[in-house]
């Protein structure tokens, strides 16, 4: 029987935790508002107002919405993550 010693979970950089929190927050956004947004509209009756040849089932309307506001939302959240990390410090404004 091989016994390997527990090292204790791997430090995830700043780049990493940055970016997992932006998918994840990102996600989370996209599941809500795809809920919303679809209980108001039917992605079928939505297709036609694009281009009346456009057959799309509800499933993958479903999808490329969720897909849709995943990237909006990801743009935001991204945009924000970055304006919080290149933020002047607190500290050096009370110095100067």
Known sequence: MIQE????????????????????????????????????FDPVSLSGIFDEDLDIGREAGYAAGFFFFWVLSGFASAVTAWLVRTAPGRDKKRRG
């Open 5 to 40: 010693e527990y090292r204790g979970a791997r430090q995830w950089s700043r780049n990493r935790q940055a970016i997992a929190i932006v998918v994840w927050i990102s996600f989370l956004s996209a599941a809500i508002g795809t809920m919303l947004f679809f209980a108001l």
